[in-house]
Every structure is written in structure tokens, then in C-alpha cells.
């Protein structure tokens, strides 16, 4: 990704080897019963201090040093289950987790633990600011466990719920990462797709089988097997000119993994009985509690809120894309009813098209402009200039990747004489057994130990884009390009992040801040400048894809290349789109964070165990989206299996998805108190990065945005990017 002579020049070595990808199956379990093993170790010699004696040197620091290491095993063993090629190894990894996750659970459950902890955490000693926080945080566990509150059967009770969920989070996230369901269509039935969809795919002639189902006879005579993974439902939803093959592959989508509905109400009951046994209300109460909002009622609130203020921008965006729809089906010979809806399926196709109209925004040629390799390597310049890194392409050999695709980076900071900062992953294609989605994963946390010896971090980026071919890269839309640069801002946040604990490092902040800083610099990739210098069109990459170029258009004659970089026309006619729907867009973030506080907050511990989960889950789609479903054709609203394939509440963020809005509010001030006047700023990026990204969660993330803005942060901006008013 660098340039030859940037590589050639840098010759410093790195203080600390990378990781080794080497695990074996029986590695994986062995290596996590050690450090469960190991953990109980330490905490049987803690507590056999005199808890008259007991001070900072001699509890809270050996088991702070215990910790700062075992972190760093641990997420690796648990990585495994998510990102391994091999199943065998997918699946230690998960036994893996459970033997991890109940150790954590029985450890911060002992009495004797909490008791000695407790003893250091009255005396309130003089310590420095880091280590006072860690000790919050740490008698906070054993208050979030029950301790000193239950009495010894409802914790044994506590300890059973708490388990039994760990499993069915574990099960469920196995589930998904593991499904390999998918739909065949014909050629006829992907009408409108771009021609580089079907490059690579996989194809079958109608005898073939597959999942034990025989395909049909076509009149194309072929199928094409599309999975239910982002590089194949996006275009679908995108650009399938047939709304049947749009609805069949939404509702394929939407009814998967069904397996996971009986797994997904057992562990909504088992929150909120496991939050009652604690005294709390509901689980929600019990999850907000030591939190920035601090309780469901703000959420509540904040949600409806939004709600209110898009409300009526929601539905004018509603009303164009109908108008839409009924002049595109006129346009095609189709009768036009007055009761014509807006349905589920048609968002995402009438929103490409709305912009394709209405901004000349021609999406796959705006992607022959953004290939991945190329793209990558323009981000990292970018976050190399406004934060003084330097990306190094680290040569890969056996064990030190996991799979061949993979991309590594040592990583340099150029503000303090090249000093190491740590490893960065690239993991680019979607595999069997892959996490499905795009996503960050703090692979090792970094931290300072007390001795001064420095321990670094390694980020590894999960993404799930087109394969590329001999004719063809992997060609990513402005979507995708906005989704990498999220993700790398978060590796960047560990990255750069400098904390003496390694549970406060990087990107281990509160939910409820954490994507706020990857979301900030998202908003480059809404700026002329950055949109240009990362465009480059692919026939420019080879001889090969050149040719691959010229056979693909219609016509030969008077053929010209097109320019290298994307022109300036089309530059602006993208940035035009940045809010193009942007009420509908919110509104479904909306919903889902309704959906996640409405089953964390019952009345009663009885009505979460008669609540009907997917009929409340279409019908808040149906009310906050304003879009129709199936219901609207005469289906009751318990179709689909939505809320079971919901990822994001069984994976941390449950009664938490709030945060991908109230995140907005946080990176629309920071955004534009830093970088609206000039991206590049490298002061202003400079103090971004040690004021913001640098603590980590080392401190109160309240106390970290104000001491950066100067003030509380507001929704000000936000408002007057979205033109809202109150």
C-alpha cells in the first residue's frame, strides 16, 4: 500500500513481534482453562491479605497486571470463533469463550474477592487518576454481579441466568456467522444488476443442487446462487428492476437463521429476570445505569424526540419515492393504483434511483472509480497526514495471518521520531464461518505497564466486500467506502490510544461514545477533496483490467478512456446526496433502537414472557419507518424472523442501540467544532487525536468531550445539518 520508496527507506523493526495464527483446537481451550486457572491464582492470593492491610500496592495491582495480560490471550481466543477459515477451529474457539465468560462470571462473584476489593475501595487512598478509575470500575463488577446485595440463593440464581444468556448470546452469534442460506435466481430475475455483480459468481445449470433443493429449469438455462451476505443483498436491493426478486430476497433475509427465534425470547426473559433479582426494573435499567444517559427513561425520550422532529421530513421523503415508484411503473407498462405503497423492499432500489434522476448519481460508475486495494491505500494517507501515522505493508508468511487475503500493516508515529504504535489488520473478503458484516475487532488492547514497559495494540478490520477477479477488482460504492472508513477510524482509536489499563484501551469507552469518533470521520467522505484524491478509475490499475474495461462497454467505436480521477462534476453531484432520505435513513435507526428498549423495558417480569417479539418488531417498522410490509398484502405482522437475526442486541449492544443516533449528535458537534472549516487540519487532527482518541476509556467520556469542546456537547449541529427546528 505504500509507495516503493516510503518501504524501501523505512527500515526500523518493530519492539514487538506480531501475533501468530498457529492455534490448534485443543490449544484453544487448554490456553483459556490456564487463564481461568491463572485468574484464580491471583485472587486466592489477594484475599488472603488482611483487608485491615489491604491497600492499591498489594490487591488492586497485582490483579490490574494479571489483567492488563490475560486481556490480551483472551481476545485472540475468542476471535477465533468470528474470523477462522476452519470450523474445527470456530468451534474451540467458542467452547473457548464459554470457559472464559463463566470464569469471568464465577470470579467476579466471589464474596471473598468483592470483600477485599470493597476494604481498599473505602479507604480511598491517593492514587493516580487511571488506577482510581480502574478501582471504580472494578468494584462496579462485583455491584453489577450482585454482590453485597443478593443473598446466597438468588446469587446462585444469578449466576445461573448469567450463564445460561453468556451461552445463548454465544449460540445465536454461532448461528449467524455460520448460516450459508441464500436463494437461486436467473439471469432474468437479476435484471438491472451491473455487469460486475455476476463476475465470479457461482453459477449452475438447472440439474444442479444445492442445500438439497433442485434448481429449476430457467429460460436462461442457468441459476445463480446468491447468499444472504452484504455483497450480494445490497445490489440486489439496489439495482433488481423486478420487485418480486427485491421482495423474495428481503424476505429470504429477513426469515433466516430461524433457529434463532426459541434462543433469542429465552434470552430476553432471562435479562430481565436476572435485572429483577438485582432490583432493578428492567433490564435496560440495570444496562443504563452506569452509563452517560444513565437511565431508559432519557432514551425513551431522546427516541421519541427524534421521532418528533423527523417526523414530517420523513414523510415529504416518503411521498418522493412514491411519486417515484408510480412514474417508474407507468414508465414500464404497469397499472397504477391510488392505494400504490411504498414497501420495505422498494426503499433501498427507489433511493439509488431517486439520486440516479435527480443528482446524475450513477453509482456503478461511480465505483469503477473506488477499487478496494486502491481506495485502502488512500485512507491511510489520509489518517498518515492528520494524525502523523506512517502504515507500513508488513510481508505475510504462514502463520501470520489467517487467511491469504488478509493484509498487514506495522504502524508508526511520525510526531514522536517513528516510535511503534502497533499492528493493523485488513481481512477484505467474506468466507465461510466469517462474521458477516463489517466490523473492528481490538485483537489486543495496549497498555503502560507500572514499570514503563509499553505493551501494543493490534486492530484487525473484518469487512465483507466483492471478490475480485482477473477482470475485475473488488469495486466498492460510496456505502461501502463510508462503512471502511468508519471501521479504520476505530482501529485508529486503538491504534493511537495510550492507557496504563488494557480494558480502557482504544475503543473500550462507553456504548454510548464509542462509535461517536469513527462516525466524525465518516463525514470526510462527503467532501469534495477527499471524494477526488481517493478516486482513481481501475482501468488505469493494469493492462488487464484495461481490456477487461473496453469489452465491457456496448460500443467500440469512438471508445474513450475515462479520465484517471473521478471529474469534478460527478464529485459534486455525489456530495450533493449526502442527506438525500437522510430522515428516512435516521428513522430506521429509530426503529430499531425502539424495538431494543421496548423488550428490555417491560412492566413486568410476565409481560416479557408473553410478549410477541416479531409482531412487535414489524409493527414499530411499519409505525417509525412509515414503509409497508407484508401486513399491507394481507400477511399478519408475525411474518419474517427479524428480530431474531437482530445482531447488534445479543453482541453488546442491547438496550444500546440508541447510541448510532445519539452518536450522530456527538460526531455532528465535534465535526464541526474541528474539521468543517479544513479536513486537514493537522493541528486541529493533532489535537483530536490526543485529546479525544489518546485516553481511551481511562476516564468519564462526558469528561473527555468536554474537556476537548470546551463545553457540554449539544444537538445543535445536528439539528441545522438536518435542517430539524424545534
Known sequence: MESKARNTQFTHVPPQPPLKFDATPGSLVADARKLVTDAESVVNQITKIDRKEADFSNVILPFLNHENLALRESLVIRFYRSTSPRKDLRDASDEASKILTDGEIDLFMREDFYRTVDAVYRKAEAMDPEYQYFLLKLHQDFERNGLGILSINDKQRFREVRKRTADLERECLKNLNGQTEGLWFTRQDLEGL???FFHDRQSQSTTSVADGTRAGDTEAGEKLWVRYKDPDIIPIMKFATNSATRRKMF??????????????CEIFALRDEAARLLGYPNHAAYRTHYKMVQTPAAVHQSLLDVQEQLHGQRDRELATLLDLKKEDLKDNGNVVTNDEKLFLWDRVFYDRLLKEKHYSFDQPLLAEYFSFDQTLSGMLRIYEDIFYLRFITVKTEGNMVLHDSVTMFSVWDTNDNDSFLGYFYVDPYPRDGKYTHAGH???????????????????????????????????????????????????????????????????SVDRDFVEAPAMLLEKFLWKPRHVKELSYHYSYLSPEYFESWKA????QEGLQRPPIQLPDQLVEQLVKTEHVNGAINNMWKAWHASFDMAVHTPR???????????VLFNKLRAKITGLAGPEALGQDFDWGNGFAVFRAII????????????????????FQSTFEPNTMDVEKGMQYRYQLLQPGGSQPEMLTLMNYLGREPNADAFRKEHEVNE
Not at 443 to 461: D, E, K, N
Not at 552 to 555: A, D, G, I, K
Open 194 to 196: 451491473p455487469d460486475h
Open 251 to 264: 424476505m429470504g433475509n429477513e426469515s433466516r437463521c430461524p433457529q434463532n427465534r426459541p434462543l433469542y
Open 441 to 507: 475487532y481490538r485483537l489486543q488492547p495496549g497498555f503502560t505497564a507500572p514499570s514503563g514497559q509499553r505493551c501494543y495494540p493490534s486492530s484487525w478490520l473484518n469487512i465483507n466486500f466483492p471478490y475480485p477477479t482477473s477482470t475485475m477488482p473488488s469495486l466498492l460504492k460510496h456505502e461501502e467506502l463510508r462503512r471502511l472508513f468508519h471501521e479504520i477510524g476505530h482501529a485508529i482509536h486503538n491504534l493511537v490510544s495510550k492507557t496504563k489499563c488494557s480494558r480502557f484501551h482504544g475503543t
Open 552 to 555: 465491457s462497454q456496448p460500443s
Open 604 to 614: 413486568s417480569h410476565d409481560e416479557i414472557l408473553e410478549m410477541e417479539f416479531q
Open 651 to 670: 453482541s453488546g449492544y442491547d438496550a444500546g442501540y440508541y447510541v448510532y443516533l445519539l452518536s450522530q449528535i456527538y460526531s455532528t458537534d465535534l
